[in-house]
């Protein structure tokens, strides 16, 4: 005869395993069973296998959700990308996940393809787990006011990347980190200058993004100071993919003159317009110079290798996430604005303009 679900005696019921259980079989207290599973260096190599055979032996599961409500925190934080595809973010994510690992915190990966709705979605959905903090890179398009829905006034919160100055007035407890993009545009910009170009395109990206519209400032910038006029339509807009970037190619030679140079909004533009140039018979590096933005690893190996302006993505990362950790660990300190250094690595994808000579030390400077 079969029992109903729910009915066999007591002592066939499996009974919860407890620290205490674990202690007393390894014959340690079970203060020490906590730091065996919380990592701490302080157990000693024997102590630690003892409990840790115990644990495989009980089969001792440990609750995370438990553990942080009594510690009245949580232990894990919330990194919201909007372009996993992009080796930049991949790299910055990898950076702060190294932090957040060596903190002791757990990270919850969220990605949102660059769809407001989708981001809305998971920020509600991870909300839901409680994290201790929040790293937003914001879909392009963002509203500050539709995030705070989703993410409320107490998680603390860092945004990179993009600015959301609809919030500044809303939500001034959310710390922001970004590149010194308009410093490194005009640097890529001053690269080409000193190699002679002056018919110079600013190629990729949407405007409407606050990352891109630095970026054009600092191309506007060097050219306005270098006395040459801007070529509206040299200013052209795309998706910030290489695949994009590739079909665009075409609206650089609609017609005469043409551009000599293009610095591009990112890297995976400039390697996007590589392939473009090079399907229709140009010889980036030899006959058209490009420049990226990030320096992801892919550029040393790219042909021709790729001028770029170096960001160090992981190690942006890394700061990002010490700057989050240090608010979560006082709520109290003030929300900042940081720019995170750049500078410019010359190599073989920009060349001089055609006819002009370099002089010694006007290249450009190296890395």
Same mark, same amino acid.
């Given at each position: 005869m079969r029992r109903a679900a729910g009915?066999? &005696? #007591?002592?066939?019921? #499996? #009974?919860?395993?407890?620290? *205490?259980?674990?202690?007393? %079989? *390894?014959?340690?207290? &079970?203060?020490?069973?906590?730091?065996?599973?919380?990592?701490? &260096?302080?157990?000693?190599? !024997?102590? #630690?296998?003892r409990v840790e055979e115990q644990l495989r032996k009980q089969g001792y599961v440990y609750n995370r959700a438990a553990a942080d409500l009594r510690r009245r925190r949580s232990s894990s934080v919330a990194m919201v990308i909007n372009d996993l595809s992009n080796p930049f973010f991949a790299e910055f994510a990898a950076g702060v996940d190294e932090a957040l690992a060596g903190a002791g915190f757990i990270t919850l990966l969220g990605s949102t393809g660059e769809s407001t709705e989708r981001q809305q979605k998971v920020l509600t959905t991870l909300m839901e787990h409680d994290p201790a903090g929040i790293i937003l890179s914001p879909a392009e398009g963002s509203d500050g006011l539709r995030l705070l829905e989703?993410?409320?006034t107490h998680t603390p919160t860092l945004v990179f990347n993009r !600015?959301?100055?609809?919030?500044? !007035?809303?939500?001034?407890?959310w710390d922001f980190l970004a590149l010194d993009n308009r410093h490194g545009a005009r640097l890529a910009t001053e690269h080409l200058l000193h190699l002679g170009h002056q018919r110079i395109a600013f190629f990729g990206g949407h405007v409407a993004s606050s990352s891109c519209s630095e970026r054009r400032k600092g191309f506007l910038d060097a050219m306005t100071a270098a006395g040459i006029g801007i070529e509206p339509r040299w200013l052209i807009e795309s998706a910030p993919t290489r695949l994009e970037a590739a079909m665009q190619t075409g609206a650089l030679f609609v017609c005469d003159p043409t551009p000599?140079?293009?610095v591009c909004y990112n890297d995976a533009v400039a390697l996007g317009l590589m392939l473009g140039l090079a399907a229709r018979g140009r010889r980036p590096g030899l !006959?058209? %110079?490009?420049?990226?933005f990030d320096d992801i690893p892919e550029t040393v190996v790219s042909t021709p290798p790729l001028t770029t302006i170096s960001t160090d993505p992981r190690k942006c990362g890394r700061r990002a996430a010490g700057y989050l950790l240090a608010r979560i660990g006082d709520p109290g300190i003030g929300a900042a604005r940081r720019i995170s250094p750049v500078e410019l690595v010359v190599r073989g994808s920009t060349c001089p303009a055609p006819g002009f000579k370099v002089r010694p030390g006007r290249k450009g400077s190296a890395r």
């Open positions: 009915t066999e &005696p #007591r002592a066939m019921r #499996r #009974r919860r395993v407890t620290f *205490a259980d674990i202690a007393a %079989a *390894a014959g340690v207290s &079970p203060a020490t069973v906590s730091m065996v599973l919380h990592g701490s &260096p302080l157990v000693a190599a !024997d102590t #630690r296998a989703a993410i409320g !600015d959301l100055p609809q919030s500044q !007035d809303v939500v001034p407890q000599t140079a293009a !006959d058209f %110079a490009v420049t990226g």
